[in-house]
């Protein structure tokens, strides 16, 4: 088996937990820094809260940078909303021991295009925040970025509604300038977005397993999960369990057959109107014989359901 060498770009909310958890608990990867983003919550208290997760699954030697803090064309400004489906703190309320370990001095993206360089086509990128990083690293080093052998994002709703306003998912509604640059670019990017996370949930009977293995790790993860479910039972209690938005992300970079791809051209719409934001084809570009977006449409959510939960529970056992 060869092991990816993952970087994580996340805007550390309940979910992105789960994703850094996820890179953790796959032999398939050797997680080789987070870089952070704002989104679900400022920048620099998304990457404390990484550095705490880091601490709580015994990964110290991680190191985490500090990306890009606010979005290409506006300032960033945390909305009620983020803080009331992540917690306050952004993972769920829960407290965490306190690190002493700092954010490294290298700048975020000046490290992903650091390691576009070193490792090339064996470099996977999973974005689980705004796209924010990724656009300005393009602008940055085009070439550079160009190597990368993978970069998955969660983000965007192609065949279902959005969860910002009927056309918009949170992550792209952060930076849709981002997304346009990065979708119109020529490198590949594979899109998990709401047509496939809503459809891949997690319930209390999950995470009470990872609490019953008497790890710390499982016992914190568990709190600050069920905080999520019981914010996702209020706001949407149609889908019966919260969505698995940025750890399928993560799991798909690993392993794509957990979803069925869409292979198209995209755009992001940036005009503030009605369709703000939304991830839709690009017309101009419709009839390319190339394309560049890999949409997921589908998923076998009982499978990864399956392989998620060998690997959460694998890795709390380990942890006692
Ligand atoms: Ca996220």
Known sequence: MSVKKMILDVDTGVDDAMAIAYAIADPAVELIGILSSYGNIEADRAADNALKLLHLLHEDDVPVFLGETDPVDHKYQRIDINAQIHGENGIGDVELEEVT???????????????????????????????????????????????????TIMGGALTVPGNVTPCAEA???????????????????TMVGLDVTYRTLLTKKETKLWRETGSEAGIKMADIVDY??????????????????????????????FVTLLHM??????????????????KARLNDPTTNVR?????????????????FLELFNKLK
């Open 265 to 282: 051209n995209m755009k992001v719409t940036t005009e503030h109107d009605a369709y703000y934001a939304r991830t839709i084809g690009d």
């Open 101 to 151: 370990r700092p954010v490294e001095n290298e700048d975020g993206v000046d490290f992903l295009i650091e390691s576009a360089k070193k490792y090339g086509k064996d470099l996977t990128v999973v974005a689980t925040g705004p796209m924010t990083n990724l656009a300005a690293a393009i602008e940055k080093d085009h070439d550079a970025m160009k190597m990368i052998g993978d970069i």
């Open 295 to 311: 949409v997921a449409v589908d998923v076998d959510k009982e499978r990864y359901l399956e392989v998620f939960m060998n690997l």
């Open 228 to 257: 999520y479910i019981d914010v996702y039972a209020d706001i949407y209690p149609e889908l019966g369990g919260c969505s698995l938005h940025d750890p399928l992300a993560v799991g798909v970079a690993i392993d794509p057959t």
């Open 171 to 189: 992550n792209i509604e952060q930076d849709p300038v981002a997304a346009n640059e990065l979708f119109t670019s020529d490198l590949t990017v």
